[in-house]
């Protein structure tokens, strides 16, 4: 099979309040809305190659509305589409979108929304956004967090080898490791990526009874001082951390996590390694070994297992799970498998 993707373009988020979200990008992320347009405000961060990697749109509640990826060619966009009916779902064509060309958007086997494109329109600064090195699209900027570019994203599905599979047989993703709780043999974190990152999208275990839910989206800095940075700069303007900033253990990327106003939750990431192994097998690891936190020295905070929109009922990443669906000490490691002193 042909190379299908690229890379993540960008993603979409919903929010209640999309005034007060974008202000927040702006004053204390650091990234630049450049156009609103039919309801959306399109942002970028200084280093996007392309127009923007950030919409903001209204929803009821905080939400992924849709992750873009870029593709190898046009005759990619068109393998990959022809390869997602092949597998049963139907998507839709449209002629062209806000910063690219056609595209093919479709609804995966777990309810997340993907839009893939080849054409797309490149940025390059003027003016007090022209950077004097020809191969940055905008200057630096050393305002608020300042992220380079978007990273990845990471949503929740009821099957995480299904899902990682799923997108690895239809769409090309390589599968780079999963997470395997030490009390049983279930599946509750993986990791995919269409390059040579440790990954671009995620997925953490979900069994709440809505489908198509997000647990974070990541911004990259270029080094650890920054991203140290970013955490004083956040907390000095009344962010507070939600965990973090540490070092997982699959990737080993630096990594801190934060709120905006909506509730949805962004990660900062830098470090990690790039791996190239064209045979590369995924291993499981587990919470104890350090997957989530290298130095297995503190225990991740239950907020960190909600994910979006949220949802009521018992969940497996959220609540727990009824006692009549597990074993106790299941439904505990479930509910949060870092939550033991040396696993988060």
């Known amino acids: 099979m042909i190379k299908l993707l690229s890379h993540l373009a960008h993603v979409e988020i919903a929010a209640p309040d999309p005034a007060a979200s974008v202000s927040f990008y702006e004053r204390l992320v650091g990234v630049r809305a450049i156009a609103s347009e039919g309801g959306k405000t399109y942002l970028r961060s200084w280093g996007d190659y392309y127009d923007y990697s950030l919409v903001i749109s209204h929803g009821a509640e905080p939400a992924l509305v849709e992750m873009a990826w870029r593709t190898t060619s046009d005759e990619a966009l068109d393998e990959a589409a022809r390869r997602i009916e092949a597998a049963g779902i139907t998507g839709v064509w449209h002629d062209s979108g806000f910063g690219h060309g056609r595209s093919y958007t479709f609804t995966g086997p777990y309810g997340h929304t993907m839009k893939l494109f080849w054409d797309v329109d490149k940025y390059q600064g003027e003016g007090e956004f022209a950077s004097v090195f020809p191969d940055r699209p905008e200057r630096r900027t050393r305002h608020a967090v300042g992220p380079r570019s978007l990273d990845h994203v990471t949503v929740a599905a009821r099957d995480v080898r299904g899902f990682a599979e799923w997108y690895r047989d239809v769409l090309g993703f390589r599968i780079?490791?999963?997470?395997?709780?030490?009390?049983?043999?279930?599946?509750?974190?993986?990791?995919?990526?269409?390059?040579?990152?440790?990954?671009?999208?995620?997925v953490v275990l979900d069994t709440s009874q809505r489908t198509g839910r997000v647990n974070h989206y990541a911004y990259w800095v270029d080094t650890r001082e920054d991203l140290l940075q970013a955490?004083?700069?956040?907390?000095?303007?009344?962010?507070?951390?939600?965990?973090?900033?540490?070092?997982?253990?699959?990737?080993?990327?630096?990594?801190?996590?934060?709120?905006?106003?909506?509730?949805?939750?962004?990660?900062?990431?830098?470090?990690?390694?790039?791996?190239?192994?064209?045979?590369?097998?995924?291993?499981?690891?587990?919470?104890?070994?350090?997957?989530?936190?290298?130095?297995r020295n503190g225990a991740m905070p239950m907020s960190m297992t909600e994910s979006f929109p949220p949802d009521a009922a018992p969940s497996a990443t959220e609540e727990g799970l009824h006692p009549d669906t597990a074993e106790a000490i299941i439904a505990d490691a479930l509910a949060n498998p870092y939550a033991k002193q040396g696993r988060g």
Do not use: C
């Not at 395997?180 to 990954?199: C, M, R, Y």
């Open 176 to 202: 780079m490791a999963y997470t395997v709780l030490d009390e049983a043999p279930v599946t509750v974190f993986g990791v995919i990526t269409t390059n040579e990152k440790s990954h671009d999208l995620g």
């Open 231 to 295: 955490a004083d700069v956040l907390m000095e303007n009344g962010v507070a951390m939600e965990y973090g900033p540490s070092i997982h253990g699959i990737g080993e990327q630096n990594f801190l996590y934060f709120r905006d106003p909506s509730g949805m939750r962004v990660e900062v990431n830098t470090g990690g390694y790039r791996n190239y192994v064209p045979d590369w097998e995924p291993n499981d690891w587990k919470p104890s070994q350090g997957s989530n936190n290298l130095y």
